[in-house]
């Protein structure tokens, strides 16, 4: 998924309304929806650009830690499907 603003960008439009800008304005001036500021204030809420910077590189480096598990487990799991399967085959070609 595309993302219109960059997370410094959005850190900067908190910083905006914490200067004195209302809300509203601020939204239509940039161009973004009240749910998209509020999704930001949650996410990026007393950070500066450098914390929102690291909190993207952590949040990459968990996908990739979390991709990577899950690859290594799957050979594990096909074998054991694999045995699973042959197991239901020898059973049914001995009864039939």
Request: proline fraction near 2%; charged fraction near 35%.
């Amino acid at each position: 998924m595309k993302k219109r603003f960059t997370d410094a960008q959005s850190v900067g439009f908190l910083r905006e309304v914490d200067a004195g800008v209302p809300v509203k304005k601020l939204c239509r001036q940039g161009g973004f929806s009240e749910a998209s500021y509020y999704l930001w204030r949650s996410k990026y809420g007393g950070m500066d650009v450098s914390d929102a910077k690291r909190l993207k590189a952590l949040e990459t480096e968990n996908a990739e830690l979390i991709w990577r598990q899950r690859m290594d487990a799957l050979p594990a799991r096909c074998s054991t499907d694999c045995e699973r399967l042959a197991g239901k085959v020898a059973r049914r070609w001995r009864s039939g």
